[in-house]
């Protein structure tokens, strides 16, 4: 009686992914003992990913930890890695565990690049194998009966799991055997397998008749919903159907022997007789339906017995009426089963191969935050460099320093020397050269690398926009247009960058040719600067003067300030600080991240400072510039002014003009040249991400044009070809219809087990086994239909749903399933052949119809197929 239910595990395809999570990591994390680290863990990850999938699983708790380690895995890498099909792209593809495929095909599979189809996949055969564990169990001891209950119940949170979830998990239709409609039967399955389980051991304690009653009856009750879910849906195999009816049967049977026995503990004894013949008559119903099934043959004894015994009692000794069983009080019901929630972590043995890598919500939380920083650190620096120009732009339209330090008027300033000598130590003239002919090329380089990023994305998007006109409805792919819109909008924005690169280059290159005849000039000895610039005969010495010693003091107040901002500045880059463990308590404690107002806040704490001394650094400048200014008019009074002074001090103000346009278009320069070197960087991974992913398609693409064809060979070709006899049967005293329709033969599987020789009625052609079935009952050979339970008051099947002569125990039909309606064949033909030719073992000469050689006789009338095989006795 003790047949159980066990499900078979989906079979996944090979899968590396060491390969795209490293390419990841090295993406993302920059530092080489990090990254190698992390590789590791990948590669350990892949490892357990084959040990899992890759191989046939014991029946043992061993192999179902590996599995539970594997999706713990998968749930604690999934917020760290961007799983999808334009970032980490891995496809994983899973095979239906029902489907057994066809003669041109393999069987029905999906291919997706999620990781929630995998976790959804790998949580089903983390279910299907403890069902297998739980039916290998010795249910005769009891830790063989609390181990199946546990794994029985475990099963059923597993796919109660999986039926929450994986619509969304898939965001697209799943296989049959991961729907929500099959996933929700199998859950309630389980969950009557585990009350059974309990059943079993309150038996076993001989616990009262009437807890076990109660437990039995929800029993029956959970094996009656099971059957009612599936009964007209075909997502199962058909030979669990029989087995859901005869279980809910027998526990109903159970139930009633139990509280019949609390009836007879009660003096109620005709109530005992009236349980006892309706758990007789439902015990009949399983030995005449479902005996190939499962064995009652004790309990229908049993029963029987008991029945006898109770009536001879009743009639000898207590003549108490028998009760209708309608009038019988409902037996109650105490369920002691409920599916276990999936709660990560499922294994207790399970280590987190990435626990140092954060996961990916703060990894973006980080990048923002430095952004932000980024932001906040390059306003100050160029606000300081801005206040640094103007103060050099109104320094050398004053000619100063040089105007104080030019008293002789023959002989060049100190302050242009000192700017001569610092433009001749930079390379002069030939540098700027040098780093404005490079620009070209490295804009060049860049361009041609996004040029080819976006021609493989438009090569591989023209493919799939071909292939979609082709097959039409039958191309079940994301669009290449939709998918690559992220890729694109950032294609987009690095053309952006490099026009507004292109047109930066522009304006340098243009500020470069209208002073570089100045900084040439800066560039030469001393000697041939001196003669270059006019000499003045000042008319007074104005050395000593209290006017040029405040200009003196001014300035060096002003250089003072200049070397503050440039300490300011370099202060400003150096200061660093970790977010991450502010993010990640964060994320612990809330659950989310407010980055915004955990970046700004940690912003205000640590640059604070900083902003307020380049604030006090310009607010200084401005009050020394106007204080320069003033006294630059009150020396400008005192100095006389001629043609040859103010020409020479117009080259004056030129030179110190040049100089600081040098220093500038070489800052800018290198910077430029610095920006398209890190570009190169960002646009080669770009490029990388964009050959990855089409990579990715490619190989959907090629495993999609591989199923279509299998699909396209299993469709049936025109004209049709008629269907054989064996897949149609006369109803029971119908005669042949004129023209009958023929109907789909269902799906079958060929039996292993020799079949023996035949004895009326005529032999069957082909058995189903429990060794070729996707979900099969441990111990029961496989059939494709099972009848619904009776109803309480029902007797035993009627006579007129079986044959008239004796036959042997009826195969009923079942309503809900048009393929094995009984169909009558034309008489005298069979367009195969199928007749005592090629049969397994002949027909017996006695059921051959004279005259109608060689065509074989017509099957039985009321048996649809397939039939029960019946045995020699």
């Not at 009074?637 to 001629?642: L, P, R, V």
Request: glycine fraction near 4%; include cysteine; aromatic fraction near 8%.
């Amino acid at each position: 009686m003790t047949n159980f239910i066990s499900v078979q595990l989906k079979k996944a395809s090979e899968v590396d992914l060491a390969k795209p999570l490293c390419k990841f990591i090295q993406q993302s994390y920059p530092g080489a003992e990090a990254q190698a680290e992390h590789c590791r863990a990948a590669e350990e990850l892949s490892r357990l990913r084959k040990s899992a999938l890759g191989r046939p699983l014991d029946k043992h708790e061993s192999a179902l930890e590996t599995l539970l380690r594997y999706y713990d895995q998968l749930c604690s890498i999934e917020p760290k890695f961007p799983f999808s099909e334009n970032q980490v792209c891995v496809t994983f593809t899973w095979k239906d565990a029902f489907d057994k495929g066809s003669l041109f095909g393999g069987s029905a599979k999906l291919a997706l690049a999620s990781l929630g189809y995998e976790k959804t996949c790998v949580l089903f055969n983390c279910g299907a194998l403890a069902s297998q564990i739980a039916a290998e169990q010795n249910l005769d001891n009891d830790e063989g009966l609390k181990a199946a209950a546990k794994h029985y119940q475990f099963a059923s949170g597993a796919f109660q799991h999986i039926k929450d979830t994986v619509l969304s998990a898939l965001n697209r239709e799943p296989t049959v055997d991961i729907s929500p409609d099959t996933v929700g039967t199998l859950s309630l399955i389980m969950l009557a397998q585990a009350q059974e389980v309990f059943f079993l051991k309150a038996t076993r304690d001989k616990m009262k008749d009437g807890i076990i009653a109660k437990l039995a009856n929800q029993a029956a009750d959970y094996y009656g919903d099971a059957y009612k879910q599936c009964q007209y849906k075909d997502t199962l195999p058909k030979e669990v159907f029989p087995v859901l009816a005869a279980k809910h049967c027998i526990m109903q049977a159970n139930a009633e022997y139990h509280q019949s026995i609390l009836a007879k503990q009660q003096k109620k004894f005709g109530e005992e007789i009236g349980r006892l013949q309706h758990a007789a008559d439902l015990v009949k119903t399983v030995a005449s339906r479902y005996d190939e099934y499962i064995n009652v043959k004790d309990l229908v004894d049993k029963i029987n017995r008991a029945l006898a015994a109770a009536k001879k009692d009743n009639d000898f000794i207590y003549h108490d009426r028998v009760p209708d069983l309608k009038d019988l009080e409902p037996i109650g019901k105490a369920s002691l089963v409920k599916s276990t929630p999936v709660v990560v972590p499922l294994s207790q043995k399970f280590t987190d191969l990435f626990e140092k890598m954060v996961p990916l919500q703060v990894q973006q939380s980080v990048s923002v935050y430095n952004q932000r920083k980024a932001d906040l650190v390059n306003r100050s620096i160029a606000q300081m460099r801005e206040a640094t120009n103007l103060a050099n732009g109104v320094l050398a339209s004053l000619n100063l320093p040089a105007a104080i330090e030019d008293v002789s008027g023959d002989t060049v300033p100190q302050s242009i020397l000192n700017k001569s000598k610092s433009v001749i130590e930079q390379g002069g003239i030939q540098t700027v050269d040098q780093l404005i002919k490079d620009l070209p090329e490295l804009l060049q380089r860049n361009k041609e690398i996004l040029d080819e990023s976006l021609r493989l994305l438009d090569e591989e998007e023209a493919t799939d926009n071909d292939l979609r006109t082709k097959f039409k409805e039958r191309w079940q792919r994301t669009p290449s247009n939709e998918l690559y819109k992220p890729l694109r909008a950032e294609g987009a924005n690095y053309h952006n960058i490099l026009n507004k690169a292109m047109q930066a280059d522009g304006q340098v290159k243009e500020r470069y040719q209208t002073h570089r005849d100045t900084i040439a000039l800066l560039c030469k000895p001393e000697a041939e600067l001196n003669a270059a610039i006019p000499s003045a005969n000042p008319a007074k010495t104005l050395q000593g003067n209290e006017v040029v010693n405040v200009l003196r003091t001014l300035l060096a107040s002003l250089d003072e300030v200049k070397k503050e901002r440039e300490q300011l500045e370099n202060d400003l880059k150096s200061v660093n600080f970790d977010m991450t463990s502010k993010f990640l308590t964060a994320l612990a404690q809330d659950g989310a991240i407010n980055e915004e107002a955990i970046s700004v806040t940690e912003l205000d704490r640590i640059y604070g400072s900083y902003t307020q001394k380049v604030q006090e650094s310009l607010k200084k400048q401005e009050e020394l510039l106007k204080n320069i200014q003033n006294a630059h008019q009150d020396f400008s009074k005192m100095k006389q002014s001629n043609n040859e002074s103010n020409l020479r001090e117009e080259v004056l103000k030129n030179l110190a003009v040049a100089n600081d346009n040098f220093v500038e278009l070489v800052a800018n320069l290198k910077e430029g040249t610095k920006f398209y070197n890190e570009l190169t960087e960002i646009l080669l991974k770009f490029q990388n991400k964009c050959s990855d992913i089409i990579f990715a398609r490619k190989t959907e693409r090629d495993e999609l044009l591989k199923d279509l064809q299998q699909s396209i060979a299993r469709e049936p070709s025109a004209p049709s070809i008629p269907l054989p006899t064996y897949q149609t049967t006369p109803a029971a005293g119908s005669k042949p219809a004129a023209s009958p329709a023929p109907t789909p033969a269902p799906r079958t599987m060929v039996g292993t087990k020799p079949q023996p020789p035949a004895r009326p009625p005529p032999p069957v052609i082909s058995a189903a086994s429990s060794s070729s079935s996707a979900l099969a009952p441990s111990g029961a050979a496989a059939a494709p239909a099972a009848p619904p339970a009776p109803t309480p008051g029902a007797s035993a099947p009627a006579a007129s749903t079986a044959p008239s002569q004796a036959q042997g125990p009826p195969y009923p039909t079942y309503p809900g399933y048009p393929g094995y309606c009984q169909m009558p064949m034309p008489m005298g033909y069979n367009p195969y052949m199928y007749g005592q030719y090629n049969l397994p073992y002949a027909p017996s000469p006695v059921y051959q119809t004279p005259g109608q050689p060689p065509y074989p006789p017509p099957q039985q009338p009321g048996y649809p197929f397939p039939q029960q095989p019946y045995y020699q006795q």
